[in-house]
T-cell receptor
Framework: AQSVTQLGSHVSVSEGALVLLRCNYS??????LFWYVQYPNQGLQLLLK??????LVKGINGFEAEFKKSETSFHLTKPSAHMSDAAEYFC?????????????FGKGTHLIIQP | DARVTQTPRHKVTEMGQEVTMRCQPI?????VFWYRQTMMQGLELLAY????????DSGMPKDRFSAEMPDATLATLKIQPSEPRDSAVYFC?????????????FGPGTRLTVL
């Protein structure tokens, strides 16, 4: 079975500062990894995903994430935070090769942007 | 702009009542997922369908929950009888194809409150 750990339930950064949201995964088979964003009272929207091609993945809204197998990590970064980035961010994993298709999510990280 | 739609958006009911939540997946998507989001447990997969056939409902309390897809444009999640611990936001998501790397598109959710 796979699992996801997101370090820090809340992260606060100043507008214009670097955003770093941490995600570590556990999987016995090669994983697919995702970052989703959830704005208040809305569903989840895909930011980016890793599917065993390039280890550095670029997504929407200036976000990117790097897959590091040796560290079992898939941290999300953005060079310069914007007020509109304030939201809940979820890291998720699914496994290659069939099996359960549903995503296993981390607990989420609430990103707060300070003006 | 294709979207997953869910009805109702909000539901308040009393313990013991039947609750039915509906989801219309994006046209052409053949996989439908039901997730539940709570503060304590985060996002959990309840069940999912491919080509209208149920593939996994191991996340669902079998005694009171049931999920169906009467046709390709409608998925339902029913709770009978409802209990206060069922209070949560229920998300439907749809996707295309069979790869677990494929993006899931989420609806806006149904916020259920059981008194």
């Amino acid at each position: 079975a796979q699992s996801v750990t997101q370090l820090g339930s809340h992260v606060s950064v100043s507008e214009g500062a670097l955003v770093l949201l941490r995600c570590n995964y556990s999987s016995s088979v090669p994983p697919y990894l995702f970052w989703y964003v959830q704005y208040p009272n809305q569903g989840l929207q895909l930011l980016l995903k890793y599917t065993s091609a390039a280890t550095l993945v670029k997504g929407i809204n200036g976000f990117e994430a790097e897959f590091k197998k040796s560290e079992t990590s898939f941290h999300l970064t953005k060079p310069s935070a914007h007020m509109s980035d304030a939201a809940e961010y979820f890291c998720a994993v699914s496994v290659q090769g069939g099996g359960a298709d549903g995503l296993t999510f981390g607990k989420g990280t609430h990103l707060i942007i300070q003006p | 702009d294709a979207r997953v739609t869910q009805t109702p958006r909000h539901k308040v009911t009393e313990m013991g009542q039947e609750v039915t939540m509906r989801c219309q997946p994006i046209l052409g998507h053949n996989t439908v997922f039901w997730y539940r989001q709570t503060m304590m447990q985060g996002l959990e997969l309840l069940a999912y369908f491919r080509n209208r056939a149920p593939l996994d409902d191991s996340g669902m309390p079998k005694d009171r929950f049931s999920a169906e897809m009467p046709d390709a444009t409608l998925a339902t999640l029913k709770i009978q009888p409802s209990e206060p611990r069922d209070s949560a936001v229920y998300f439907c998501a749809s996707g295309r194809g069979q790869s677990t790397s494929n993006e899931q598109f989420f609806g806006p959710g149904t916020r259920l409150t059981v008194l």
